[in-house]
């Protein structure tokens, strides 16, 4: 069975989504998009997989967003891919696929929705947020918080 993360190693989010994956036994595939971007076709298939609109995929924190003026509506999806594909820091991330799909995991925990196999143990975020019991269940949100 294979998982591959669209991984930044500076993103906090993307370390907890690899965390959660590793906790979960499994080694994924790491690639790490911006030393190696994926081909305007597999991000093409990637986003169809997601199911989610190509604006969605689209980074705007510590990205040339609005200098390339990504925000305006009229923009087609392919002028979208174009700038993904000229600035790969534009896609967001983490990015991951396996055999129960492929999702945008932001947050982290959304990892868990397609990770074939359960958490092993307890797992907190690097903020400390407890995502996993010592059973290896997921934590209820305290929806007073």
């Given at each position: 069975m294979?998982i591959?993360i669209?991984?930044?190693?500076?993103?906090g989010?993307?370390?907890?989504?690899l965390?959660?994956i590793?906790?979960s036994?499994e080694?994924?595939?790491i690639?790490?998009?911006?030393?190696?971007?994926?081909?305007?076709?597999e991000?093409?298939?990637?986003?169809?997989?997601m199911?989610?609109?190509v604006?969605a995929?689209?980074?705007?924190k510590?990205t040339?967003?609005a200098e390339?003026?990504?925000?305006?509506?009229?923009?087609t999806?392919?002028q979208l891919?174009?700038?993904?594909m000229?600035h790969?820091?534009?896609?967001?991330?983490?990015?991951?696929?396996?055999?129960?799909g492929?999702?945008?995991c932001?947050?982290?925990?959304?990892?868990?929705?397609?990770?074939?196999?359960?958490?092993r143990?307890?797992?907190?975020?690097?903020?400390?947020e407890?995502v996993?019991?010592?059973?290896g269940?997921?934590v209820a949100?305290?929806?007073a918080?």
């Amino acid at each position: 069975m294979t998982i591959t993360i669209f991984h930044n190693p500076a993103c906090g989010t993307s370390r907890n989504v690899l965390a959660l994956i590793c906790n979960s036994g499994e080694e994924p595939e790491i690639v790490e998009y911006l030393k190696t971007p994926p081909s305007r076709e597999e991000l093409v298939d990637l986003i169809r997989r997601m199911d989610i609109p190509v604006r969605a995929v689209l980074r705007e924190k510590g990205t040339p967003y609005a200098e390339l003026g990504l925000g305006d509506p009229s923009l087609t999806d392919d002028q979208l891919l174009d700038a993904m594909m000229a600035h790969p820091i534009l896609i967001n991330r983490p990015i991951v696929v396996t055999p129960l799909g492929v999702r945008l995991c932001r947050p982290s925990e959304a990892v868990l929705d397609i990770l074939p196999k359960p958490q092993r143990g307890a797992f907190a975020k690097e903020d400390g947020e407890a995502v996993a019991g010592a059973d290896g269940q997921r934590v209820a949100k305290d929806s007073a918080a």
